[in-house]
C-alpha cells in the first residue's frame, strides 16, 4: 500500500460508522489495517477484502496494491463468573474477551498468568496454603471487568452509527485527541492506563500497610539510578524486601533469620517524587507487587503478615 503519510507512522480514520487503523508492518509499504465490516447476529458468511467499506480507507489517502492476509473475527465483550473451580484456571482470553481497543487483550492475559503462576507453584510445593489460589480471581476479576466496560465504550463509540454520533466521531473528537495528545501529561497518563502499569490491588487479602504514596497492592514503582534501577532484584522471582533510606537492624535481622533476600537503596530526592516514604520497609511479591507496607515495628508486622497468610519459611528463603 502507498499514499498514507507520514508512512512509517500509526494513521486512524473514522467515517460516518466505519473505520481504519493503519500500522506500518515490517518492510515499507506493508500494513496491517483493522476496520469493521457489518454482519448480523449468527451470519455465517464468509467475508473477504472485498467487504469492507473503502469510505474510510480513501479518506486516508491509502492506495492498496495486494491483500496478503485477511482474517476476520466476531467481538464480544464478556468475563467469566468464575476464574477459578477447583483444579481449573480460567486465563487470558478464555477468562476475559472484549474488542482490541487498546491493544490490551495479549497484556492482560500474561499478568494473568504472572499473577497466577507463583501462587501455584507456592501451593504445589506446600509453602502456602491453598486459599491463596483465591486471591488469582480476587485480584484479576475486577481489573478484567474494568477493561471490558472501557473497551466497550471505546468500541461502541468507534462504530456508532447516526447522525449526532457520527457529528462526534469525525469532527469533534479527532480535533479534541489531537489538542489533547500535545500535551506531555496526556501523553503519559495514556501511557499509563494503556501499559497497565498502574494496575494495582488495593483490596486483595494479600494487600497490608500504605506509606507516603504507595499502598501495598501497588506495582512497585520504576526508579532508574545511574547504570542500573530498583527493578533489577526483581529479575529473580522470590518475595524480597526493599529499604529506601536506612535499613534498622531490626529489619535486617528479621530478614536474616527468615532467610529472606534485602535489598537497601541510600535515600535520594527522586524518590520521594515517585511516592516512597523515607526508611520505610516494603515487603515485595514475586510478581513484583508490594505485599506489605511497614513504617515501624517492623518484625512485629513482617512475621504477622507472613503468618496471617500461612506462608511457610521455605517460600520466603532466597534462591
Ligand atoms: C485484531 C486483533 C488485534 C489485537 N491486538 C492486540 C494488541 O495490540 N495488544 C494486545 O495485548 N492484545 C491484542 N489482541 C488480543 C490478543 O490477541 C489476545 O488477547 C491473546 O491472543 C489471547 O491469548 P490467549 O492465549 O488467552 O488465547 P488465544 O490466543 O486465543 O489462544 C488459545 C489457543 O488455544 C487453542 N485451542 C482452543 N481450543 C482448544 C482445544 N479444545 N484444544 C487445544 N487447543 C485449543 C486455540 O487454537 C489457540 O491457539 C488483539 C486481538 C485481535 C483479534
Given at each position: 500500500a502507498s499514499g498514507v503519510t507520514p508512512a512509517n507512522e500509526g494513521h486512524i480514520a473514522f467515517d460516518k460508522s466505519d473505520f481504519v487503523l493503519v500500522m506500518p508492518y515490517g518492510p515499507e509499504n506493508q500494513y496491517r489495517l483493522i476496520g469493521t465490516v457489518e454482519s448480523e447476529e449468527g451470519d455465517k458468511q464468509q467475508h473477504s477484502?472485498?467487504?469492507?467499506?473503502?469510505r474510510a480507507i480513501s479518506g486516508l489517502g491509502l492506495s492498496i496494491k495486494q491483500v496478503n492476509w485477511f482474517s476476520t473475527y466476531r467481538v464480544h465483550h464478556r468475563v467469566t463468573n468464575?476464574?477459578?473451580r477447583g483444579r481449573a484456571f480460567l486465563l487470558g482470553d478464555a477468562a476475559h474477551v472484549h474488542s482490541p481497543a487498546g491493544g490490551q487483550g495479549m497484556n492482560t492475559g500474561i499478568a494473568d498468568a504472572i499473577n497466577l503462576a507463583w501462587k501455584l507453584v507456592a501451593v504445589i510445593k506446600a509453602?502456602?496454603?491453598?486459599?491463596?489460589?483465591?486471591?488469582y480471581e480476587a485480584e484479576r476479576k475486577g481489573f478484567a471487568h474494568q477493561l471490558v466496560k472501557t473497551t466497550d465504550r471505546v468500541f461502541t463509540f468507534i462504530t456508532a452509527s447516526g447522525g449526532f454520533a457520527d457529528f462526534v466521531r469525525t469532527h469533534i473528537a479527532p480535533a479534541i485527541a489531537s489538542q489533547a495528545y500535545q500535551y506531555g501529561r496526556v501523553r503519559e497518563y495514556l501511557f499509563r492506563v494503556i501499559s497497565q502499569?498502574?494496575?494495582?490491588?488495593?483490596?486483595?487479602?494479600l494487600s497490608e500497610g500504605k506509606a507516603g504514596e504507595i499502598s501495598a497492592g501497588d506495582r512497585l514503582p520504576y526508579i532508574a539510578m545511574?547504570?542500573?534501577?530498583?527493578?533489577?532484584?526483581?529479575?529473580?522471582i522470590v518475595w524480597q524486601i526493599h529499604i529506601y533510606g536506612t535499613a534498622t537492624e531490626e529489619v535486617r535481622n528479621w530478614c536474616d533469620r527468615h532467610g529472606v533476600e534485602w535489598h537497601v537503596f541510600l535515600w535520594q530526592d527522586a524518590f520521594e517524587n515517585k511516592g516512597f516514604k523515607q526508611d520505610t520497609t516494603y515487603l515485595i511479591r514475586p510478581d513484583g507487587y508490594i505485599g506489605l507496607v511497614v513504617t515501624e515495628r517492623y518484625a512485629e508486622h513482617l512475621s504477622a503478615y507472613v503468618s496471617r497468610l500461612g506462608i511457610q519459611r521455605a517460600l520466603l528463603l532466597k534462591h
Open positions: 477484502f472485498d467487504d469492507v467499506s473503502q468464575h476464574f477459578r509453602q502456602a496454603p491453598e486459599i491463596l489460589l483465591d486471591s502499569t498502574t494496575m494495582s490491588y488495593p483490596d486483595s487479602s545511574g547504570m542500573t534501577d530498583n527493578y533489577a532484584s526483581l529479575s529473580k
